[in-house]
């Protein structure tokens, strides 16, 4: 029995890649990795922001700096040579604001810690307007100027109120500062349904788990195509009528099986993805969806034609529908009938892997029930024909 299964799959996979169209939906998935990979490695920030220092001698400055530019995604920066040059490019519109590190920066933090005075600020901000990501951008300006003020604080705070310390001087209690480490994080996160952590990656790597689940979406709705094709030419004859079903069940399986395996590397390659476990279980639902909802859709449409013209118009309303670029609040009800909303969101959400699970399994089994007994119908009248002849 195991041998007879396993050899159908091996004759079903051969068919597979045999289709033109299968091999380059398959293609269709690396080619979206290095696309985004591509894009990982160009300049991507939603706004620019110029950095300048009045002393470009200032370690302070150039400390504060460095650290704004790493792992900035979110705001492009754009280092300039002189205040001067950052101003200009704030007039002309080549950036969204200029950010100026003052001269003797250090001293000017040393004072402003004790005196709170704003004639000791030491980060000048200049823009043109004010806008949401502008005000997004400052939360990033507040964390580098609240990292470049931590020793002053600290030592602020020791001489205040620690007066054991005093015979201790400002570069020791500096030094020891520096050697402190905190191994263990501030903030744990975790989803709401306490399921899983986000998937890692970039967050402009996020449409791509969508855009793959799509590509998947539209393989079984091909492969449903080419089923029929293959039952018209005859290809299923010798098969009885009640088990077609189970065999186009066979066939959209091992599609299914083969794009999965896809599936999983590219989400490894790409970065994108949560813990191994929880992206089977993720798998396993989203197949199941894509599997009904392809049957459901062959339903629909009986004719292979018909099935063809559709697959352009279901794409559309999948990418336009679920939450790939966007997740607007009066789509949710209607982004639960297509698959791919089951594996962007089910990594994060145990209530979407259920709401998966029952809409794959009804939706399947009231397809093959009505198959079944379309089946039985036409096998009853094939019967009768003959034995009228």
């Known amino acids: 029995m195991h041998c007879r299964v396993f050899t ?49 001698q200032d370690p302070a400055a150039a400390e504060a700096m460095a650290g704004l530019q790493k792992n900035s995604r979110l705001i492009r920066f754009l ?50 307007e004010e806008s949401v990501m502008l005000r997004v951008a400052r939360e990033k300006l507040s ?9 002053a604080f600290s030592l602020s705070y020791i001489r205040k109120y620690i007066p054991s310390l005093n015979s201790v001087t400002d570069e020791q ?113 989203f197949s199941l969806t894509a599997l009904a909802f392809s049957f459901f859709a062959r339903m629909l449409c009986r004719n292979a034609a018909v099935l063809t013209a559709a697959l352009p118009v279901v794409m559309i309303v999948m990418i336009a529908v679920c939450p790939i670029f966007y997740d607007l609040p009066f789509l949710k009800h209607l982004q639960l009938l297509l698959p791919p909303t089951y594996w962007i969101k089910g990594l994060n959400s145990d209530r979407y892997l259920k709401c998966g699970l029952l809409y794959g399994v009804g939706l399947l089994a009231v397809c093959l029930m009505l198959r079944l007994l379309f089946s039985g119908k036409r096998s009853s009248v094939s019967d009768g024909e003959l034995a009228d002849r």
Not at 81 to 95: E, I, L, R, Y
Not at 103 to 118: A, G, K, L, N, Y
């Open 173 to 285: 209690l500096i030094s020891a500062f520096r050697e402190i480490t905190m191994d263990t994080p501030l903030f744990e996160f975790e989803t709401a349904s306490g399921a899983a952590p986000v998937q890692t990656g970039d967050f402009l790597d996020s449409p791509l788990r969508g855009l793959l689940g799509v590509v998947a979406v539209m393989a079984a709705l091909a492969s449903e195509v080419y089923y029929v094709q293959d039952e018209k030419k005859g290809l299923f004859a010798w098969t009885p009528q009640h088990r077609r079903p189970w065999v186009e069940l066979g066939y959209q399986l091992v599609l299914l099986l083969n794009m999965g395996v896809i599936l999983m590397v590219s989400l490894w390659f790409s970065g994108n993805h949560g813990p191994f476990a929880r992206e089977l279980a993720v798998l396993a639902v």
């Open 8 to 56: 159908w799959m091996w004759m079903l996979s051969k068919r597979l890649y045999k289709k033109p169209a299968f091999i380059m939906l398959f293609l269709l998935i690396p080619l979206l990795i290095l696309g985004y990979a591509s894009v990982d490695k160009q300049d991507s920030g939603v706004i620019s922001i110029a950095l300048a220092c009045e002393d470009n």
């Open 79 to 128: 280092p300039c040579d002189s205040p001067g040059q950052a101003m200009q490019a704030v007039a002309k519109g080549d950036v969204h604001a200029a950010w100026i590190f003052r001269d003797h920066m250090q001293q000017r933090i040393e004072r402003f810690v004790t005196s709170r005075s704003r004639e000791d600020a030491f980060i000048r901000v200049i823009q043109r």
């Open 143 to 151: 964390g580098a100027a609240y990292s470049a003020s931590t020793e």
